[in-house]
């Protein structure tokens, strides 16, 4: 069973706000839940992480209901440069899986 | 502060013979990953290090892979007789991993791998 689970892809223009959705059943007490997004020829970037409810940084906003089964990244008003593939990843003290999902291909049009 | 660094950043081998990746992680950060990313592919996990043991090798895609970890800091991947299907992004990432807040994986720029 994949760990998690996420779109393959998205499309969205300029200015809208984009929610990409992951799937995490197996999620741990003790997990935590990571965002990462990667342009092409570059690694990973950290977006955000959190445990529940919602968090909100500079950049993205992460929504997490009560069960912590999903989660779902929140952009605001994207521009073409948020075209990227964003992973989430299920992180923890005792978690040593480091598997990245397959990530969802974001495309931002003008 | 420095960042993740990573050498060589591009390695072009001819099949059959050995290559060495080195990764230098942050000062300080314990925790250690490997991961390959082929051409418009997903990450994909290798190894992990928590100081200088490696809990999870199950990534390894073969015996003719392994890593190594000395003193906390310097991470070594060799891969043994090269194939053609080895040639990819080879990342490293380093973390804190000391708390909650310390899950966040910093990433390095990748070594290039080619396999004629």
């Known amino acids: 069973l994949a760990k998690t689970t996420q779109p393959v892809s998205m499309d969205s223009y300029e200015g809208q706000e984009v929610n990409i959705t992951c799937s995490h059943n197996?999620?741990?007490?003790?997990?935590?839940i990571t965002w990462y997004q990667q342009f092409p020829s570059q690694g990973p970037r950290f977006i955000i992480q959190g445990y529940k409810t919602k968090v909100t940084n500079e950049v993205a906003s992460l929504f997490i209901p009560a069960d912590r089964k999903s989660s779902t990244l929140s952009l605001p008003r994207v521009s073409l440069s948020d075209t990227a593939v964003y992973y989430c990843l299920v992180v923890g003290y005792n978690n040593n899986d480091m598997r990245f999902g397959a990530g969802t291909r974001l495309t931002v049009k003008p | 502060g420095a960042g993740v660094s990573q050498s060589p950043s591009n390695k072009v081998t001819e099949k059959g013979k050995d290559v060495e990746l080195r990764c230098d992680p942050i000062s300080g950060h314990t925790a250690l990953y490997w991961y390959r990313q082929s051409l418009g592919q997903g990450l994909e996990f290798l190894i992990y290090f928590q100081g200088n043991s490696a809990p999870d090798k199950s990534g390894l895609p073969s015996d003719r892979f392994s890593a190594e970890r000395t003193g906390g800091s310097v991470s070594t991947l060799t891969i043994q007789r090269t194939q053609q299907e080895d040639s990819a992004v080879y990342l490293c990432?380093?973390?804190?991993?000391?708390?909650?807040?310390?899950?966040?994986?910093?990433f390095g720029p990748g070594t290039r791998l080619t396999v004629t």
């Open positions: 197996n999620i741990a007490t003790n997990d935590y």
């Open positions: 990432a380093s973390s804190l991993r000391t708390g909650p807040s310390s899950y966040e994986q910093y």
